[in-house]
T-cell receptor, first 117, second 117 residues
Framework: GAVVSQHPSRVICKSGTSVKIECRSL??????MFWYRQFPKQSLMLMAT?????????EQGVEKDKFLINHASLTLSTLTVTSAHPEDSSFYIC?????????????FGPGTRLTVL | AQTVTQSQPEMSVQEAETVTLSCTYD???????LFWYKQPPSRQMILVIR??????QNATENRFSVNFQKAAKSFSLKISDSQLGDAAMYFC??????FGYGQNFVFGPGTRLSVLP
């Protein structure tokens, strides 16, 4: 299957700082990427849909000013957690949609573990 | 809105035996996809099997098969000849087939499967 990477895989930051997480589709173009959050021992919850060249669509309850999403190219979406707080500590996973494949198949990145001290 | 329910938070199976994980979902759409994903301790999401709602035939992938009951909105996963490497968290997921709905995944809460030697 296709490959999606995320960087960094782990990040530890101090409360009040900002952290940027990158999601890249390595061998296909992805006009749409999705950002999910997974708290410990819980399921994946959609945070936002990232569309290349346009504004992201956020799920209810997700603060768009806190979780900034930029999808500036067909292979890269970034999620910036601004003014991070300990409650933002979580596992963040992206998926990228390849519309050239059957079922508009999507591929997941390996995830980023964010710890806010 | 679509919802996915997994009523078994934890399951265990003896190595080489068969186990069935349950999943029910709710949707008003007629065309959609259903998935089972495996999440090992690395937390990388691994696609186990996919079912298209318009196909009556149940999907199979080697030791993995599903029992798809569209009218009952039920989608169970059967793992035959269980192996130690099957131990993981298993998520049932729904995805719309309608491009206009963005096609994000809706995940169930997960079932943790243990395989006993």
């Amino acid at each position: 299957g296709a490959v999606v990477s995320q960087h960094p895989s782990r990040v530890i930051c101090k409360s009040g700082t900002s952290v940027k997480i990158e999601c890249r589709s390595l061998d296909f173009q992805a006009t749409t990427m999705f950002w999910y959050r997974q708290f410990p021992k819980q399921s994946l919850m959609l945070m936002a849909t990232s569309n290349e060249g346009s504004k992201a669509t956020y799920e209810q309850g997700v603060e768009k000013d806190k979780f900034l999403i930029n999808h500036a190219s067909l292979t890269l979406s970034t999620l910036t957690v601004t003014s991070a707080h300990p409650e933002d500590s979580s596992f963040y996973i992206c998926s990228a949609r390849d519309v050239t494949r059957s079922y508009n198949e999507q591929f997941f990145g390996p995830g980023t573990r964010l710890t806010v001290l | 809105a679509q919802t996915v329910t997994q009523s078994q938070p934890e399951m265990s199976v003896q190595e080489a035996e068969t186990v069935t994980l349950s999943c029910t979902y709710d949707t008003s759409e007629s065309d959609y996809y259903l998935f089972w994903y495996k999440q090992p301790p690395s937390r990388q999401m691994i696609l186990v099997i996919r079912q298209e709602a318009y196909k009556q035939q149940n999907a199979t992938e080697n030791r993995f098969s599903v029992n798809f009951q569209k009218a009952a909105k039920s989608f169970s996963l059967k793992i035959s000849d269980s192996q130690l490497g099957d131990a993981a968290m298993y998520f049932c997921a729904y995805r719309s087939a309608d491009f206009g709905y963005g096609q994000n995944f809706v995940f169930g809460p997960g079932t943790r499967l243990s395989v006993l030697p």
